[in-house]
């Protein structure tokens, strides 16, 4: 399949819900009005649960519970706001995928927010909006899975027996999901520096906006992959100590324990943002 036929299909993909889209042009405005974010959540009743249920868990949660919206965007504020929005856009985009598990595919994708919002935080960057990045960097494989089921279950067996799935793609479809994510999330008006991040999470030195954000995705998708393979402290260590990304971003040995501290939390953020 030719590149321009993939892309001459993106119309193709479920309509996400007004309300979602006009909550997604808020928060991605610097400028939002708090109070109007919460006036247009409290419309959708589903979003007004995550948002509770995210404000009363036990990352956010204070001495009592929180029962409004007002009090729940208060506690956790507009970074985490605008990542279970992200997350429910995404969950009505792309609907349960024969092809793909997706209680897997969110596990995944929040570990991997998790490590990168981590590593942002050492390394100066808004933690808040390299996890969003996090949460969108993969989508493109959600657009392939949708499009294209029946070639992405042949990139995938291919990519289980040991091949690049980013080589898999660009050989079978003439583009890869990172450049498919980018061009979702443009439309979706994210800012550029989020795009390009996601266009160059795989190669983050073609990165040319954001480059550090880029690094920052491949490492945490690195660690993720081989962090649990690592069996001793001293093994860990030297592992961020010789990754190149870490040199390249200045992260030391002594992050080793943050990784342990948050590792696993992924399946419950998935939980707490994604169920209904």
């Given amino acids: 399949m030719s590149q321009e036929a993939l892309l001459s299909r993106l119309n193709e993909l479920p309509r996400i819900q007004r309300v979602l889209q006009e909550l997604l042009d808020m928060v991605n405005n610097s400028e939002v009005d708090f109070r109007a974010l919460a006036k247009k959540i409290s419309t959708d009743q589903v979003l007004s649960a995550r948002l509770l249920r995210l404000a009363n868990s036990a990352h956010f949660g204070g001495n009592k519970s929180v029962s409004s919206v007002n009090e729940a965007l208060l506690r956790v504020g507009t970074g985490p706001v605008r990542t279970l929005v992200v997350a429910s ?39 808040n909006e390299v996890f969003t990045t996090g949460v969108l960097h993969n989508i493109g494989e959600l657009m392939i899975h ?6 992405a279950k042949v990139i995938t067996q291919r990519a289980e027996q040991g091949e690049s799935a980013i080589a898999v793609q660009e050989e079978i479809l003439d583009i890869t999901a990172p450049t498919l994510g980018a061009k979702l999330a443009k439309s979706w008006h994210f800012p550029d520096d ?42 860990k260590s030297r592992y961020l100590t010789e990754h190149p990304d870490s040199r390249l971003l200045h992260i030391s040995a002594d992050f080793a324990p943050t990784i342990d501290k948050y590792r696993g939390n992924g399946r419950d953020l998935a939980t707490y943002l994604n169920a209904a």
């Fill in 194 to 235: 989020m795009v390009d991040a996601i266009a160059n999470f795989d190669e983050p030195r073609d990165a040319e906006i954001s480059p550090k954000m880029a690094t920052t995705l491949h490492l945490a998708r690195s660690i993720h992959r081989d962090w649990d393979k690592l069996e001793s402290n001293e093994g």
């Fill in 89 to 127: 856009v995404l969950s009505s985009a792309f609907p349960r995928i024969k092809t793909l598990d997706m209680d897997k595919y969110w596990e995944e994708t929040f570990e991997v927010s998790i490590i990168a919002s981590k590593i942002a935080l050492e390394t100066g960057m808004d933690s």
């Fill in 146 to 151: 949708t499009l294209v089921p029946e070639q």
